[in-house]
């Protein structure tokens, strides 16, 4: 639920910034159906704006787009899927059904699966779909939701995933590290390499300091 309240203003200045930058409704609602990833269609938007060619925009998106590769790696330890599992899950894959997966799906009876991956991610799709359709039709007269301060709802919700993964003195310094290292590099880089080479920065962190403890508890 969070996260879903965490998706309506950012669905909604989507909209309105596509809305800005020509696009029509329907250009603005095919791109939230068939793109559905925030920060690459507001990049989209921005960059039909200002005029880029569709090669420029779909190589943006990609870029923006590469840190699913390390949600798709971890998701495959725990999750094993068929083929056509894959290519479903992948299209609706998103930080916030990750986050619910990893941290949610564990505690679920059975563990996590495939349904409860499935209805996590169309769930945020059903809310992102909806509140571009709202932004697109209305975001004329709607309050600017960052005036509103509910941009906030999203960090809280994905620092509320993040807190009972912190089990010890090694998942809290991965974490440490790993957000030292985003915010850092998100002085000078887009946010989807960043959250790429933070995810992956911390993965390798995580692995030396795991390996190094457990050669010392042999040597004990």
Avoid: C
Wanted: proline share 5%; glycine share 12%.
């Amino acid at each position: 639920m969070p996260l879903w309240l965490g998706m309506v203003p950012f669905a909604v200045a989507y909209a309105v910034t596509a809305r800005a930058a020509g696009l029509s409704v329907l250009d603005t609602q095919l791109m939230s159906v068939t793109v559905f990833a925030g920060a690459s269609q507001f990049a989209a938007a921005g960059l039909f704006a200002n005029g880029a060619s569709a090669l420029g925009i779909i190589a943006t998106t990609a870029l923006l787009n590469a840190r699913h590769v390390l949600y798709g790696l971890s998701l495959s330890r725990t999750l094993p899927l068929t083929r056509p599992q894959r290519v479903l899950a992948a299209q609706f894959l998103t930080d916030e059904a990750y986050g619910v997966a990893v941290v949610r799906g564990p505690q679920e009876p059975g563990g996590l699966t495939f349904a409860f991956l499935l209805g996590a991610e169309l769930s945020l799709y059903f809310i992102w779909n909806l509140s571009t359709l709202v932004g697109a039709l209305a975001g004329a007269v709607l309050p600017d939701p960052a005036a509103l301060g509910v941009a906030v709802v999203f960090p809280l919700a994905f620092l509320g995933l993040l807190v009972p993964l912190l089990k010890d003195r090694l998942t809290v310094l991965v974490a440490l590290a790993s957000g030292l290292g985003a915010w850092g590099l998100s002085r000078i880089l887009p946010g989807g390499l960043v959250i790429l080479l933070a995810g992956i920065g911390g993965a390798m962190l995580g692995a030396f300091l795991s390996t190094r403890n457990q050669k010392k508890a042999i040597q004990a």
